[in-house]
């Protein structure tokens, strides 16, 4: 849905509107006989005769106030023009905009997005089916999947990328907000990274469901658009690939990052030299720059100025230029500016699809306050880690490094940070800690049915000979397959079955995060029995469910807060 004239007068800039409302002193948005009025969502409030918003009135705007423009000479103090107010009322209101604006991921070989609570009207959904979740938790860890299109919509747009493209997955990044929102990590995936697709439901126009078969050992950024693929297939792509389970997407096309760059007056770009590149047009000295527009575009999309020229190298560039993105939209110089929010709202919004689950203005507004809790110094960029695929003589595609990809996917899955960080829930976790302390009752009293949700099959069985021959185990039953599938193993337990499940979580190496207080089962005998369900993470009989405590050491990484220059 495009909305160009929505809070905006004909030919009018949406920030001119901004007005002073004498009897509450505070900023709001002018709509005249000759503009509808603004669809900026809020509560309504009370308010005097003339402010209510009809035709010559004014709307409010939630918050406490907004600073008016710079004026003419000589001209009225009626809000558009004048002297800077007091910076306390501001403040509050700017924040509460700025914070509901602060979701900025970059997207595309190009591109950028930001995400905002108002004009959701101009963002696209599209249903994903089964793939992912259908709602937003506020008390969860999540995972968004940043997705960026060659597919060449929007003006000025022609030149780019493949011409008969039907918009593949050319930059991709999976974002994990941590479930106490002390840290994030951007997972970058290479578009040349070898990967299986699996089959793919999508949904058609017409409302039926077509599967689009997949392929194996092909390159990753087939997943979308080839064949009908939709972002659903990309999300089952990746999941597939890391064992990282995908909640939601978001996706992006090459006008993003001109319009986002154009909108915060430009973003701070560093060089270690200089680049004058023929193909992408981007030619910027060695040191500091700020790039807008055609020239933020060219920069994120050129991959023969950085590095050996490749797509890894392009990757690191991006991150960087992201960091410094998300740096410039959280400035005050960006927050204290009703212009640049307005204007930021439009750009970004215009150039946004997301799943259905998330595409209630409510739900936006819910994904970035929770995201802008996290500090940017724990924000972590990495990549896919990878290596030469080695069955080509010429090196175009890289396969997974498996010595150091399953460590960090598992720690990703797991929520550990890529940073030292300060937990904020200890009294939580200090009590799954404490389930696993305390008495502990022996192997031969231990009642448990076995269950699989998720695990290769066999699991349960294979499970059950174990416990019962090597472990002593000898009350367990295999239940078969559980109702539902679990990306974790867990074994629920009635509280007078505490020494059990410490007994039962101390031979199969759970954490105490595996161990669910709830309610018993009965099993075969008649008697109370409590329930394992092995889950997708389960790695066989004997092989130790504990998550790792620590990310990886040898994993690359930066940070949002610092400025890194690309090479």
């Known amino acids: ?33 000759s503009a509808p009025r603004s669809a900026v969502p809020g509560p309504r409030r009370s308010a005097p005769p003339g402010t209510d918003g009809t035709a010559g009135g004014r709307t409010r705007i939630p918050g406490r106030a907004v600073p008016p423009q710079r004026g003419r000479r000589g001209a009225p103090d009626d809000g558009r023009r004048g002297r800077r107010p007091a910076q306390r009322k501001p403040k509050r209101a700017l924040l509460w905009a700025g914070g509901t604006m602060a979701f900025v991921v970059l997207a595309t070989g190009a591109g950028g997005y930001l995400y905002l609570k108002h004009l959701e009207g101009n963002v696209t959904t599209t249903d994903v089916g089964g793939a992912g979740r259908g709602d937003f938790s506020r008390d969860e860890a999540f995972n968004i999947l940043v997705i960026g299109t060659d597919k060449r919509t929007g003006r000025g747009n022609e030149g780019y990328g493949d011409k008969g493209s039907r918009g593949h997955a050319d930059t991709t990044i999976l974002l994990h907000v941590s479930k106490d929102r ?33 392929l194996q050992g092909v390159r990753f950024n087939r997943s979308l658009g080839e064949g009908g693929r939709d972002p659903g297939c990309t999300m089952r792509t990746v999941e597939q690939a890391t064992g990282i389970p995908v909640d939601h997407f978001m996706m992006a096309d090459f006008n993003a990052v001109k319009t986002l760059t154009t909108a915060v007056d430009g973003v701070p770009v560093c060089l270690e030299h200089p680049v004058d590149d023929k193909e992408s047009k981007l030619r910027l000295p060695a040191g500091e720059s700020k790039v807008e527009g055609e020239q933020a575009l060219a920069f994120v999309r050129t ?4 590095g050996n020229q490749g797509d890894l190298d392009r990757i690191k560039a991006q991150q960087h230029f992201l960091a410094s993105l998300m740096r410039k939209m959280s400035s ?149 397959n559980a109702d539902e599938a679990l990306s974790r193993t867990a074994l629920e337990y009635a509280p007078d079955q505490a020494a059990q499940a410490r007994r039962l979580a101390d031979v199969l190496g759970l954490s105490g995060a595996a161990m669910k207080p709830g309610e018993s089962v009965t099993n075969a005998q008649g008697l109370p029995a409590m329930k394992l369900t092995l889950g997708e993470d389960f790695k066989g009989a004997g092989v130790p469910l504990t998550p790792p405590d620590k990310a990886p050491d040898d994993i690359e990484k930066s940070t949002a807060d610092k400025v890194e220059c690309a090479s």
């Not at 849905?1 to 002193?25: C, F, I, K, Y």
């Not at 951007?186 to 077509?210: H, Y």
């Not at 991959?303 to 950085?306: A, T």
């Open 332 to 480: 005050s110089d960006t927050l204290t500016s009703p212009a640049k929010l307005v204007k930021l709202a439009e750009a970004a919004t215009k150039a946004l699809t997301v799943d259905t689950g998330i595409g209630r203005v409510s739900t936006l507004k819910d994904v970035a306050l929770e995201l802008k809790r996290v500090p940017p110094k724990n924000i972590s960029f990495t990549t896919v880690p990878v290596k030469d695929n080695p069955v080509e003589k010429i090196k175009a595609t890289v396969v997974l490094d498996e010595s150091k990809a399953p460590r960090l996917f598992e720690a990703i899955r797991n929520d550990v940070s890529l940073t030292e960080v300060k937990q904020r829930r200890k009294k939580e976790k200090d009590a799954v800690a404490a389930r696993l302390k305390g008495e502990k009752a022996p192997a031969s009293e231990v009642r448990v049915q076995v269950l699989n949700g998720g695990a290769p099959s066999g699991s349960a069985q294979e499970t059950l000979r174990w416990l019962q021959v090597e472990q002593g185990v000898t009350k367990s039953e295999n239940a078969g």
């Open 1 to 33: 849905m495009d909305a160009p004239g929505r809070g905006r007068s004909e030919g009018m800039d949406p920030a001119d509107q901004w007005v002073l409302n004498p009897d509450t002193g505070e900023y709001e948005l002018r709509s005249g006989p």
């Open 182 to 214: 002390s840290n994030a990590t951007a997972l970058s995936i290479p578009r040349d990274l070898i990967v299986d697709i699996p089959d793919c439901p999508t949904r058609q126009e017409d409302g039926t469901e077509k599967v689009v078969p997949g």
């Open 303 to 306: 991959r023969h100025s950085f």
